[in-house]
């Protein structure tokens, strides 16, 4: 199981990365696994700021629908307009050309209060 351990993670599955104050955001090769093909991933949620552990959009698998959950404040200010042709990005490349968002952090302070990959590992049983 890839859990890369530059990024931070959240109990409902998703990753985030850090530059400045824009955080990227997508689902983990965990969580992907378990979903399924992906075929089809929807955000309505940009421009728009939302706080943490707010739905910002779903993810769509041949066998179910999932939610996305914020990992923390901010405002989502762009979509992986990429994923709307090709939403199997996700499942190629969960923590790369699968990005979902970008978010303008509220406190950037919280990203620090993620999971690491250990306790994400943990969490998974991993």
Do not use: C
């Amino acid at each position: 199981m890839n859990i890369p351990s530059h990024l931070k993670y959240t109990k409902d599955h998703e990753w985030a990365s850090i530059e400045g104050d824009i955080v990227t955001v997508g689902i983990t090769e965990f969580a992907q696994k378990e979903l399924g093909d992906i075929v089809y991933v929807e955000v309505d949620t940009l421009d728009q700021t939302l706080e943490k552990d707010e739905v910002f959009g779903t993810v769509e698998a041949v066998k179910t629908v999932s939610d996305l959950f914020l990992p923390l404040a901010g405002e989502v200010v762009e979509f992986n307009e990429s994923l709307e042709a090709n939403p199997e990005l996700v499942n190629k490349d969960p923590y790369g050309e699968g990005w979902m968002i970008k978010l303008k952090a509220a406190d950037i302070n919280d990203f620090n209060a993620l999971l690491s990959s250990e306790a994400y590992r943990e969490l998974i049983g991993a």
